[in-house]
């Protein structure tokens, strides 16, 4: 199996550009979660989907992120319109279940100007 | 709410053994999780034990836990330099839905 895979692996954007990350989980894996680090704190839980639909969505931190997860093998994460201090490595992960073992993407690189 | 916590930083010679630490707050975790990140890489799974177990080895890894003093700890034995790389322990949390705690991660870094 290919692992999860995420796109970009690199992005540089200025301030107030939309960004879209993406991320395709392992098949047959039915919850995906989308995670954000950072030095200042660490890793942090943005959102977990199961079977497609937002479970907890507590993470998110504020009206500029959004995520979605049209099927079971594709979902985005997009910060509109991006700020400096989203600057982060965002992974994406899934796993067979909400209680599996979850497997973790190479991430994506975000740097906000 | 739940705590995992981590030292921040391991130095140690390679052929040595290494020593990482975790303790954690939720008495009723279920199962407990080492995670290994590479430089520019993602979170990768090492190991995990489930609460019920004091030991667990896999090659050269060993994951000891007291469930008493809700301590979890690591041993890498014959370290390597490609053991260089942050450490996270993680938590399942069994009041929620699964949710994953995890700590600040351990920078270790192998010396030849």
């Known amino acids: 199996d290919a692992g999860v895979i995420q796109s970009p692996r690199h992005e540089v954007t200025e301030m107030g550009q939309e960004v879209t990350l993406r991320c395709k989980p392992i098949s047959g894996h039915n919850s995906l979660f989308w995670y954000r680090q950072t030095m200042m704190r660490g890793l942090e839980l943005l959102i977990y989907?199961?079977?497609?639909?937002?479970?907890?969505d507590s993470g998110m931190p504020e009206d500029r992120f959004s995520a979605k997860m049209p099927n079971a093998s594709f979902s985005t994460l997009k910060i509109q319109p991006s700020e400096p201090r989203d600057s982060a490595v965002y992974f994406c992960a899934s796993s067979l279940d909400r209680r599996e073992t979850q497997y973790f993407g190479p991430g994506t690189r975000l740097l906000v100007l | 709410g739940e705590d995992v916590e981590q030292s921040l930083f391991l130095s140690v010679r390679e052929g040595d053994s290494s020593v990482i630490n975790c303790t954690y707050t939720?008495?009723?975790?279920?199962?407990l999780y080492w995670y290994k990140q590479e430089p520019g890489a993602g979170l990768q799974l090492l190991t995990y034990?489930?609460?019920?177990?004091d030991m667990k080895q896999d090659q050269r890894l060993t994951v000891l836990l007291n469930k008493k003093d809700k301590h979890l700890s690591l041993r890498i034995a014959d370290t390597q330099t490609g053991d260089s790389a942050i450490y996270f322990c993680?938590?399942?949390?069994?009041?929620?839905?699964?949710?994953?705690?995890f700590g600040a991660g351990t920078q270790v870094v192998v010396t030849p």
């Open positions: 034990i489930f609460s019920n177990m």
């Open positions: 993680a938590e399942r949390a069994t009041d929620s839905w699964g949710k994953l705690q």
């Open positions: 989907f199961n079977n497609n639909v937002p479970i907890d």
């Open positions: 939720d008495s009723s975790s279920t199962y």
